[in-house]
């Protein structure tokens, strides 16, 4: 018998070993196994045994072990590239501690198992970025076209105008003996241009620019108006404001493009009397410029000017072209408020090549809820019919509360909300070549 031979050709005081099946088989079976899994996957069949399978051996090599290494023993220490017994691999890039999603399209799409982190490589970023380009539908455009970063992290919101304001530059700002004042940078950079809000070009729809003015001096009144109001609302802030720099700076934070209030003479100063340091159309050059200079030093940061009153000295074009000169030259834009039928700063203005704009209504020359809504419904009904059209307002509650309401339903009937500088001549020329 077969047995007998066996025993006979064993050697003295052993006993014969029953011999195991080649672990390639079990290898085989496993890749078997695998295949099954998968297809039940596909189908989306999970059966509950499914969970109680006992974990396979994976090795480098299919039917074949380890080198050097005993398929039956265990070692204390494993390379983090070694999956351990019963996982999946790990991929070798990190995504995220918390992330738990499968990766798309997998046959295990059900399976959800925390994947652990780790750098990505240099070498492979720019392949995850071109990828994220092309399922985002983002294009990310660098200087000089040059290549991209390691690690590159994109603030999508930001990109599509979201909003924050530069904050005030050195090389934009000149001193003075009350403090810095605006100037044009050596470079040709403009505060009109670095301080203005981005804003996003929306061919075909009318658009509509909101000033709402008189910030800084109520602290209340100020909070609410940055709070309430969309980002591209321009703010405008008086230069009386106890707590200007740290206002200002808020409001920046939260989106608004900033103009400083010029006060100006008015027909009637004992009845509306501006302030110190107001613009006097009796005043001589240099004072007015000393003013001037005073008022422009209260904060930094702002894109351009407006009027606060100022019927008198608007009218008066030997003391309002020297004023409109410094604007100009300071880079900064000028915003008049449309009180005035006799104000001549939109005929003076190119002749000092200073970009302006005159606002259409004034939203709550009274402060009635109804006649301000009134208001900006005539105000709805010129931008429809010109394509544009500006609102000014101050900072009354009751003001704040309703522009803010008619300004964020603004994008769903239709209508484009911009900021100030968006409708100066020289962007509307931009604009209007940017859509030949």
């Not at 904050?167 to 044009?184: D, K, M, N, S």
């Not at 003013?291 to 008066?316: E, Q």
């Not at 900064?332 to 606002?359: H, I, K």
């Amino acid at each position: 018998m077969r047995m007998i031979e066996d025993d006979l050709d064993t050697p003295l005081g052993q006993f014969p070993v029953r011999k195991r099946p080649p672990l390639g088989k079990l290898s085989y079976f496993g890749v078997a196994l695998a295949g099954l899994v998968g297809l039940l996957g596909a189908l989306g069949i999970f059966p509950p045994w499914l969970g109680r399978l006992p974990p396979l051996e994976q090795h480098a090599e299919i039917g074949s072990p380890a080198p050097n290494v005993d398929p039956h023993k265990t070692t204390p220490h494993q390379s983090p590239a070694t999956p351990k017994s019963g996982q999946l691999p790990q991929p070798v890039a990190e995504i995220s501690s918390e992330a738990s999603t499968p990766l798309p399209d997998s046959p295990i799409a059900s399976i959800q198992a925390p994947i652990r982190a780790v750098a990505v490589p240099d070498q492979t970023a720019g392949l995850g970025v071109e990828a994220m380009e092309q399922r985002s539908g983002v294009k990310i455009i660098r200087p000089g076209n040059g290549a991209p970063p390691g690690a590159l992290i994109i603030d999508v919101a930001q990109a599509l105008n979201s909003g924050r304001v530069a904050a005030p530059h050195p090389r934009l700002l000149e001193q003075t003996r009350y403090g810095p004042v605006p100037r044009i940078g050596s470079d040709g950079a403009r505060p009109a241009e670095t301080y203005a809000r981005p804003a996003v070009s929306l061919p075909g729809l009318p658009r509509i620019a909101l000033l709402v003015g008189g910030m800084g001096l109520s602290p209340r009144a100020t909070e609410a108006a940055v709070i309430g109001l969309p980002g591209a609302v321009t703010l405008g802030f008086a230069p009386y404001g106890a707590d200007l720099a740290r206002q200002t700076v808020r409001a920046r934070q939260s989106g608004h493009e900033l103009v400083l209030e010029l006060p100006m003479e008015p027909f009637d100063s004992q009845h509306d009397n501006p302030g110190p340091h107001t613009l006097l159309a009796d005043a001589t050059k240099a004072g007015n410029s000393d003013n001037l200079t005073w008022l422009m030093s209260r904060f930094s940061g702002y894109a351009g000017v407006a009027n606060f009153l100022g019927g008198k000295f608007t009218a008066d074009e030997k003391a309002l072209t020297p004023v409109l000169h410094e604007i100009a030259a300071r880079g900064l834009f000028y915003v008049d408020d449309g009180s005035s039928a006799r104000s001549l700063a939109m005929t003076l203005a190119p002749g000092q090549e200073l970009e302006a704009a005159r606002a259409d209504i004034i939203l709550d020359s009274t402060a009635r809820p109804e006649a301000i809504e009134a208001a900006l419904a005539r105000l709805e009904a010129i931008a429809r019919e010109k394509g544009l059209a500006i609102g000014v307002a101050s900072a009354l509650p009751a003001s704040v509360e309703i522009i803010g309401r008619f300004a964020r339903a603004l994008e769903a009937r239709g209508i484009a909300l911009v900021p100030l500088s968006a409708v100066m001549p020289m962007q509307q020329q931009d604009l209007a070549n940017h859509q030949l």
